[in-house]
């Protein structure tokens, strides 16, 4: 313990007050510590200090000053007990803050420049915007690919944060279809009503679960096959009982909203168009593992998102469906949201747990594994809100009727988000198993002559127009050497760019590595750097080398970010889209 | 290697473990329990690379040197941080072992100066790293050297972010937390707040982060004027060890003399008062001794 040094800066009225009102939000009491109190940093002692209020005092002071103030700093060291140089190192780690006074007080306007919006125009939507005097940043994949280019807007001086395209209601290209299993409430109910909810259909899950009881939920889900949507296809049962079996008797159920794999804007769907779907299935988790509490971590570009969940979550509590003694029994859960705050490794589940606690976003060394030791060190159930969802079906329906749909080692159905050039971009869902082309089908075929689909976001891959039959399950693109990543299914016409394409995604993981270890840190830069100095020529002996880094990044980083940060590059290069 | 022994003294009687036997490189090697593969590789007489390790800080598992290869393993393991286990199979020498080494220490050696981590250079011979695979335009950290006082100072051209200063400087030594990584990927740095200076940052200039840090991006700021002098002959210097006096507590110091002057001070990391550590008096109130010495 050290007493508190602050250098003379102090904060403005108008930014105590948003930090304050940020902190007891999160149910935590400002305290105001002198300079010869004494700091008490996390460490051993994360769960039980105010720390975790870190990440919405940032958002609270850089809401109201435009950036992370020298005096705003020192005030949250004030209230949280969190020494300035790391609320500084955290502060610094996220896209969303400015870490330097940017001389107005404009709103700042976040424009995509991935792959869907790339190739939509996204780079003249900047010039206009900065010819006008918008200030532009420059956005990794905003979530909404299927409404390319996209924007979104970063409030001021107390304004809030919006999407402009949100005032439009978002379009459900197979509303109505009664196969529907995941999106069936989407665009049909009013997202904002319990009743609504409940008529079609919510709630009955968890009445189901409390009668059959936790072990008996957690065998439904076993021999239902629900693997994780989130990107790495683990068993949700298994995780279950990890957590449900472990030590301990605090556990967390979180949800991961965090939703920045390019390509991808399912979750955002859910959120915004059926919020309790994901406030009950949390629920049903709590249930299951033996969990009390869960956080919802949000995507920070997602404002309608946060809002719609946090209306669920309240009108649910209001309802007693969250609380103590949820719906007549003697179970109590609560659910709480966090916002990130632009970084997209914070959707890696460990990253995300240091985020939330008040740390940077940096993975942790597995094992031990989350189930064990995850959220503040404790057994944590952590899961993608389309894998949760799931469970409700399993519920409802049994586990049997769950396994007709898909294959036998790939259950159920699956979210697609069909971008770039398709005829009908937006969410689709389909049987697990069903083909690349049929997916495409659906969204009404490709705009142009297809030349090459990123499968998977971009930790996935590139694959070819022969690969129209390749089944979309997880053994059928892994046998492919592809995989279904966070069902990303991105369409690029013989017009594209291609060089201009994969730069980006190079770029991407430069941008978005979190410097920890060295094989990723540097290898994506070299990365980077290898297929700018390429360009538009064969790769010769250049292909080695990149093959040297990939090994690396493979075999010795730490988490999944480095593990694949070449694989979209490789496929590329191998499908002759560059350096041919 | 150590014998394995069990424990019966607990009422249950049930057997505690106290030691765990595992397989390196198909040989077998008795370590206590709790103990790490790095530990095990070094009593079996295994040299192991390691950088963002030290026996004094908690580990941050972030350079990726000395990783090793676990059978069942899908990627490589870093040996600094994970626990020896009954049944492990390591491999330390396998060319995807060697191979990854080779990678961490050319790419560091593409963007950071190593010119003053000595230790690295014999690995890099070691394992081949060849860092001027990437090219002349591949991007380098450049940073201004940071001489913000008299006692020690900072160039940041040659830090590999291995966390250590961080770590000395926070709930590993000091708990002051004057300094933090900050920003992101190849941005990284470490930094206090807002990059304010030493002086008006936490630091109480303890002189653990320089004690630890592996490349010389802190460096005591004697050893960096003789540096510049083309006068720092680390061959030359004798070490002599003394206890400090000026508190009761008793650490352990070891002062480096070149010329019949001290140069810098240290301590044993293994000294069980100080682990290493020092305070202000002890790393930097040296001067009395020689009061002749140049001060400005
Ligand atoms: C770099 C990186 C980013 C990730 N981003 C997300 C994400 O945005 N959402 C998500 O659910 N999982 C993400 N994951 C996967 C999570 O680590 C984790 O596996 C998942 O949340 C578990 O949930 P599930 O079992 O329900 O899929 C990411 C993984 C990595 C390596
Ligand atoms: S692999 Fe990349 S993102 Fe993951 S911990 Fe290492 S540096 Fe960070
Ligand atoms: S001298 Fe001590 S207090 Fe100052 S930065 Fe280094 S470790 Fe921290
Ligand atoms: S300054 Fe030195 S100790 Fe600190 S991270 Fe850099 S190399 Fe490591
Ligand atoms: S929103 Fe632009 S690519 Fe996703
Ligand atoms: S020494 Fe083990 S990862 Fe750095």
Not at chain 1, 275 to 283: D, G, N, Y
Not at chain 1, 287 to 305: C, D, H, M, N, S
Not at chain 1, 443 to 462: D, I, N, W
Request: include cysteine.
């Amino acid at each position: 313990m050290t007493d508190l040094h602050l250098t003379a800066d102090r904060a403005t009225d108008a930014e105590a007050a948003a930090i304050d009102a940020a902190i007891v939000e999160c149910g935590l009491e400002p305290v105001i510590i002198d300079e010869t109190d004494r700091l008490v940093r996390g460490g051993l002692h994360r769960a039980n200090n105010a720390r975790h209020g870190l990440l919405p005092a940032l958002h609270a002071l850089h809401n109201v000053s435009g950036w992370i103030s020298h005096g705003g700093i020192n005030y949250i060291a004030q209230t949280l007990g969190v020494p300035p140089a790391e609320s500084f190192g955290v502060a610094s780690f996220y896209e969303m803050f400015r870490m330097e006074d940017p001389g107005h007080t404009d709103d700042v306007v976040h424009v995509c420049v991935d792959g869907a919006c790339q190739i939509a125009g996204a780079d003249g939507v900047i010039v206009s915007l900065e010819a006008s005097g918008t200030t532009v940043h420059r956005s990794p994949c905003l979530g909404q690919c299927e409404r390319a280019p996209a924007q979104f807007v970063q409030g001021n001086q107390g304004r809030p944060d919006f999407v402009a395209a949100d005032r439009e209601p978002t379009v459900i290209p197979q509303q109505g279809d009664p196969t529907l299993r995941l999106l069936k409430r989407m665009g049909v109910t009013d997202p904002e009503s319990l009743d609504d909810y409940v008529a079609y259909g919510g709630y009955s899950a968890l009445a189901k679960a409390f009668s059959m009881g936790a072990e008996a939920v957690l065998d439904e889900v076993d021999s239902a096959g629900l693997k994780g949507r989130g990107g790495a296809a683990f068993p949700t049962a298994f995780k279950w009982r990890g957590v449900r079996g472990a030590d301990g008797d605090k556990k967390w159920i979180v949800v991961n909203a965090d939703e920045s794999e390019p390509g991808t804007f399912k979750d955002r769907h859910l959120m915004e168009l059926d919020p309790f779907s994901i406030v009950e299935a949390a629920t049903i988790a709590g249930f299951a593992t033996g969990a009390q509490k869960g956080f919802i971590y949000v995507r920070g570009e997602y404002p309608l998102a946060t809002k719609r969940l946090q209306n669920a979550i309240d009108v649910a509590r209001e309802r007693g469906f969250l609380g103590d003694g949820i719906a007549g029994s003697s179970i109590g859960f609560e659910l709480e949201i966090r916002r990130g705050a632009g970084a997209y490794i914070c959707g890696e589940e460990t990253a995300l747990f240091e985020s939330l606690e008040g740390f940077r976003g940096e993975p942790r060394q597995k094992p031990p594994f989350p189930t064990t030791h995850g959220l503040f060190k404790q057994p944590t159930a952590i899961n993608n809100p389309e894998t949760l969802v799931n469970v409700l079906g399993i519920l409802n329906d049994g586990s049997e009727a769950y396994k007709q749909l898909g294959t036998p080692d790939s259950t159920g159905t699956r979210l697609f988000c069909l971008s770039g050039h398709v005829a009908n971009p937006g969410l689709y869902e389909g049987p697990h198993g069903m083909t690349l082309g049929e997916a495409i089908e659906m969204a009404g075929g490709p705009t142009g002559e297809l030349r090459a689909v990123l499968l998977g976001g971009a930790a996935g891959s590139f694959v070819g127009i022969d690969q129209m039959d390749l089944p979309l399950s997880f053994e059928g693109t892994r046998a492919a050497g592809a995989s279904l990543g966070s069902g990303v299914v991105k369409l690029f016409n013989t017009e594209t760019d291609f060089q201009a394409v994969v730069t980006r995604i190079a770029e991407f993981f430069r941008n978005e590595s979190c410097g920890q270890c060295v094989p990723c840190r540097v290898g994506v830069v070299r990365q980077h750097e290898l297929i700018i100095r390429t360009a538009g020529r064969s790769m010769n002996g250049e292909r080695s080398l990149l093959d040297d880094m990939d090994a690396a990044m493979k075999d010795a980083s730490i988490c999944g970010l480095g593990h694949t940060a070449s694989t979209a590059v490789r496929s590329a290069i191998d499908l002759g889209l560059i350096g041919a | 290697m150590t014998i394995a022994e069990t424990t019966t003294e607990n009422p249950d009687e049930t057997p505690i473990e106290t030691s765990v036997t595992l397989t390196i490189n198909g040989s077998p090697v008795t370590v206590d329990q709790g103990q790490t593969v790095l530990d095990a590789c070094t009593s079996a007489g295994i040299d192991t690379p390691t950088l963002c390790y030290a026996e004094n800080l908690t580990p941050v598992n972030a350079c990726r040197v000395c990783v090793v290869e676990q059978e069942g393993s899908r990627t490589l393991v870093p040996s600094c941080s994970r626990k020896a286990e009954d049944g492990m199979e390591i491999q330390t020498d396998s060319p995807r072992v060697r191979h990854s080494r080779k990678m961490v220490l050319e790419f560091l050696g593409s963007g950071v100066d190593m010119s003053q981590a000595y230790q690295v250079h014999r690995w890099m011979d070691e394992y081949g790293a060849d860092p001027g695979r990437y090219g002349p335009e591949a991007a380098r950290i450049r940073e201004d050297v940071k001489v913000q006082d008299d006692l020690y100072i900072r160039d940041y051209d040659k830090c590999i972010l291995c966390y250590k200063c961080v770590e000395a400087c926070g709930d590993d030594a000091q708990m002051t937390f004057a300094i933090s990584a900050s920003g992101r990927g190849f941005d990284a740095r470490i930094s206090t707040e807002f990059d304010v200076t030493l002086p008006d940052s936490a630091c109480v200039y303890c002189g653990n982060c320089v004690g630890v840090c592996p490349t010389g991006a802190i460096q005591f700021k004697t050893e960096f004027d003789m540096r510049q002098a083309d006068n720092w002959k680390p061959e030359e210097q004798t070490v002599t060890q003394t206890v400090c006096s000026y508190c009761g507590v008793g650490c352990n110091l070891e002062l480096h003399v070149q010329d019949e002057k001290i140069v810098k001070v240290t301590s044993p990391a293994d000294h069980s008062v100080t682990h290493g550590h020092l305070c202000i008096k002890g790393r930097f109130g040296w001067t009395y001794v020689q009061p002749t010495i140049e001060r400005r």
